[in-house]
């Protein structure tokens, strides 16, 4: 069917997020290659500069990359905390960037201290899965990302209490397992002091101040599947962009 440009959002939106969508759906994988400007704009029955404008935007969020080439899909920049590894995962079937590797530093069944207990709704003290990661790259540690699942899944995926790779995430794993997929997230950013045993991973001292982005997943029936920290190595960033007409 023939997209139609609707009155809601500008033009140049509306073209960005049918692109964004298809690419966070996996319609259009990694360095799949997008229509021509002039191929856009014929198809939405807008001006080349409109087509032009939605084009950057894809860019700016960091969702493809433009050479003489065309225009490819392209999610090596986008950032490095879960919410972005469950979609990179979704779209391109890995949840890492071109240069990046992961070292699960743990593995293992942990009573649930409060905060944890509060966001998985478990009893504190309840046995939960601990899974540590630290996730590198040319320039040093990019993140160290500590996340809890309730500890029955580990009956459903025993994988998730060894120390390695998992082959689709934890995401990936649970949906497969149990069927319960991912569909809600709540993200919180905040400074933080590291504990002594993160801070070893990034050779600081314990209590240092770190940004840290904490994140809490629900499935499709509204229950609470995982909830993680992540700490991010110095001179990291989080950003985020968004539409405001």
Known sequence: MTPKVQRALPPFLQIAEEYRSKIQDGILAQDAKLP?????????????ATA???????????????????????????????????????????????????????????????????????????????????YRDDAGVITVSTSWLAGE??????????????PKMTFGLIEERTGRRAVRRRDLVSMGAMPADIAEIFGVEAGTQALTMT?????????????????????RELSAEYALD
Do not use: C
């Not at 779209?91 to 070292?103: I, K, N, Q």
């Not at 580990?154 to 060894?162: T, V, Y």
């Not at 994140?215 to 001179?235: I, M, R, V």
């Open 52 to 134: 032009a404008k939605a084009i950057k935007q894809l860019q700016d969020e960091g969702y493809v990359r433009s050479s003489s080439q065309g225009t490819f899909v392209d999610l090596g920049k986008k950032l490095t905390s879960g919410p972005d590894r469950l979609q990179m995962l979704r779209a391109t079937g890995s949840g890492f960037r071109p240069g990046e590797s992961v070292e699960i530093v743990g593995a293992e069944l942990v009573p649930a201290p409060h905060n944890v207990a509060e966001a998985l709704q478990l009893p504190e003290g309840a046995q939960v899965v601990q899974r540590r990661r630290a």
């Open 153 to 166: 899944l580990a009956e459903a995926a025993p994988e998730l209490l060894e120390v390695g790779p998992l």
């Open 215 to 235: 994140n809490q997943y629900w499935d499709q029936h509204g229950e609470p599947t995982e909830y993680a920290q992540d700490f991010l190595g110095a001179g």
């Open 36 to 48: 021509s400007i002039a191929d856009i704009a014929r198809e939405w029955e807008v001006a080349t």
